[in-house]
């Protein structure tokens, strides 16, 4: 990344810095990768991906149905991801619990889209409840309800792992050297 | 107790394998096991394993379990599930258990835990409803 570009990204408000490195975040965690989640959009204390339909992720092989994990994981991710669209920086965000409801399955062959919404921040907990679609927001799959804990973070270390997070942006030698230094905080399990 | 009908299942379920299930048998007691994969991480970080997909386990130990009880004739519906995060999971085998709590004529209820490294120390536990599919017909939630 060159150094404007660089500087360009630490300027930017935190929000928009999560949203440059969203896809970023989900390709170094490898269970989000191997799911095949694709982030798409964010807001402060909203967070939307989806995951296309897999064979490899089917539970019930004589109904071609996506399992009902994938689904968890794709809520457990959105409801984790968007209590860090509402903290003030980044922060690790840990799981306390995690409801779903199953509402209907999903269709074979369909995508699959997760929004969650963080409903609530307190000091330690954040409050997030997220929703699966495929072809109609307003005919969703399952609901989910969850707690978070948030670890406490210095600020410096938050500035730090953005920044790296953003140096990954373009690729190129910066981020090799980065990510042979140091890690990222993660922000979510 | 049918537990040729858990282990098929486990074989023909793709996310299964995809999570690297499968099931030990020691008497008439089942434990699933999750198998070592740096692919289950969530935290590239601290390396902790995803609790989406500790949550997904804990929900195969039970349909596996619900299996076992020889009362299925197809894949049950998970309606709801609830699930527990106590410690972080770690990138090494995680095993689970699950106890149906009330098997009844069209529905289920089950808890599992996981564990790893001590079975008094969970990792995680899930608790939740299912609705058995009958022989004669699928079953609807309403």
């Known amino acids: 990344m060159t150094e404007s570009a660089s500087s360009e990204f630490a300027a930017l408000p935190y929000v928009e810095q999560l949203r440059a490195v969203s896809q970023i975040m989900i390709d170094?965690?490898?269970?989000?990768?191997?799911?095949?989640?694709?982030?798409?959009?964010?807001?402060?204390?909203?967070?939307?991906?989806k995951?296309?339909?897999n064979a490899r992720l089917v539970g019930d092989p004589d109904r071609g149905v996506i399992a009902g994990g994938v689904l968890t994981t794709m809520l457990d991710h959105a409801c984790g991801f968007a209590c860090n669209t509402a903290l003030p920086r980044l922060m690790p965000v840990v799981t306390l619990d995690l409801r779903i409801d199953y509402l209907r399955?999903?269709?074979?062959?369909?995508?699959?889209?997760?929004?969650?919404?963080?409903?609530?921040?307190t000091r330690r907990i954040a409050f997030a409840r997220g929703a699966v679609w495929d072809e109609d927001e307003g005919d969703p799959v399952a609901?989910?309800?969850?707690?978070?804990?948030?670890?406490?973070?210095?600020?410096?270390?938050?500035?730090?792992?953005?920044?790296?997070?953003?140096?990954?942006?373009?690729?190129?030698?910066?981020?090799?050297?980065?990510?042979?230094?140091?890690?990222?905080?993660?922000?979510?399990e | 107790m049918n537990f040729e009908a858990a282990e098929d299942f486990?074989?023909?379920?793709?996310?299964?394998?995809?999570?690297?299930?499968?099931?030990?048998l020691h008497g008439d007691?089942?434990?699933?096991?999750?198998?070592?994969?740096?692919?289950?991480?969530?935290?590239?970080?601290?390396?902790?394993?995803?609790?989406?997909?500790?949550?997904?386990f804990l929900e195969l130990t039970a349909v596996a379990q619900l299996y076992v009880s020889g009362k299925l004739e197809k894949f049950p519906k998970t309606i709801d599930v609830t699930f527990d995060y106590f410690r972080t999971g770690l990138v090494k085998e995680t095993y689970a258990r699950a106890h149906i709590v009330r098997l009844g004529r069209t529905?289920?209820?089950?808890?599992?835990?996981?564990?790893?490294?001590?079975?008094?120390?969970?990792?995680?536990?899930?608790?939740?409803?299912?609705?058995?599919?009958?022989?004669?017909g699928e079953a609807e939630l309403d």
């Not at chain 1, 989000?32 to 807001?43: H, N, S, Y």
């Not at chain 1, 399955?105 to 921040?121: D, I, M, Q, S």
């Open chain 1, 143 to 188: 609901f989910a309800a969850s707690a978070f804990a948030i670890r406490d973070q210095s600020e410096e270390s938050s500035r730090e792992s953005i920044l790296f997070l953003g140096s990954l942006l373009a690729g190129g030698r910066e981020s090799e050297a980065g990510a042979a230094g140091k890690g990222a905080k993660g922000a979510a």
């Open chain 1, 28 to 49: 170094g965690s490898p269970q989000a990768r191997a799911l095949g989640f694709k982030f798409v959009d964010l807001e402060e204390g909203m967070y939307l991906l």
């Open chain 2, 107 to 136: 529905m289920a209820n089950v808890r599992a835990e996981a564990w790893q490294d001590e079975r008094s120390r969970p990792i995680a536990a899930m608790h939740g409803n299912f609705m058995l599919n009958r022989a004669d």
């Open chain 2, 29 to 56: 007691e089942m434990t699933l096991v999750m198998a070592e994969s740096r692919r289950l991480i969530g935290n590239p970080i601290n390396g902790a394993l995803h609790g989406g997909a500790i949550g997904a």
């Open chain 1, 105 to 121: 399955p999903a269709k074979p062959g369909a995508t699959v889209f997760a929004r969650a919404v963080c409903e609530k921040l």
């Open chain 1, 51 to 53: 995951a296309d339909w």
């Open chain 2, 10 to 24: 486990l074989k023909r379920a793709p996310y299964a394998e995809f999570l690297g299930v499968r099931a030990l």
